[in-house]
């Protein structure tokens, strides 16, 4: 029951976010990890720190229930660069998947 109430209030706090700064959020929760298919700021946007608040708030989340969450950077939804993407990924602790049983190419194991 406490974890669906901090789960909840958590996923309220991303779709708040969302809707605040108008970006585009696509957060999965698997069951045993995130999968983190799109996060999209605007364009006149960019550069202000959203993106960076948005990422603090999925690795707290991430964290606090014990799940990595995995990605791959992509330019389709905007991003100037995958060298871009995996640069601001690896500042919160984003690392090359070598565990191949899974399809993203990054992976951030949580902090237990």
Known sequence: MLYEAFRDTCISVLHDLEDRYGIALDLWDRGDYLELDRIVVPADK??????????????????????????????????????????????FGFQKNRDYKHRASMVRYADK
């Open 46 to 91: 960019r550069d202000t720190g959203i993106g960076s608040q948005v990422m603090q708030h999925i690795v707290d989340y991430a964290d606090k229930t014990g799940k990595d969450i995995r990605l791959t950077p992509d330019t389709s939804f905007g991003g100037t660069s995958v060298a871009r993407l995996t640069r601001f990924y690896k500042g």
